[in-house]
Nanobody, 123 residues
Framework: QVQLVESGGGLVQAGGSLRLSCAAS????????MGWFRQASGKEREFVAA????????YYGDSAKGRFTISRDNAKNTVYLQMNSLKPEDTAVYYC????????????????WGQGTQVTVSS
């Protein structure tokens, strides 16, 4: 089992920045690719970003490209999502997830999920 706890969400004005963190415990963190997804009210869960086990590869959804940066610190068992130039349409609950194998873009390929953290961007 891997337990994931997100933090860093909150209310921010458009154009501002937030840094989300996801702390993992349980099994060896470096064995898992990590991803961030988000779900806005009334919408399906959306892929935001993912990072490979050793940070060698990073993947971004269209909404995140150029504005968000995913990173991880295996020594701290933590994955981060730096979000800049935030827009009201970024408002959602953000989830981190851990994946042992499979496509990082597909939520169903992730094995463990955090409880989510709310991000609200005001206009």
């Amino acid at each position: 089992q891997v337990q994931l706890v997100e933090s860093g969400g909150g209310l921010v004005q458009a154009g501002g920045s937030l840094r989300l963190s996801c702390a993992a415990s349980g099994r060896t963190f470096s064995n898992y690719a990590m991803g961030w997804f988000r779900q806005a009210s009334g919408k399906e869960r959306e892929f935001v970003a993912a990072i490979s086990r050793n940070s060698g590869s990073r993947y971004y959804g269209d909404s995140a490209k150029g504005r968000f940066t995913i990173s991880r610190d295996n020594a701290k068992n933590t994955v981060y999502l730096q979000m800049n130039s935030l827009k009201p349409e970024d408002t959602a609950v953000y989830y981190c997830a851990a994946q042992y194998s499979g496509s990082v873009y597909l939520s169903q390929k992730y094995n463990y999920w955090g409880q989510g953290t709310q991000v609200t961007v005001s206009s």
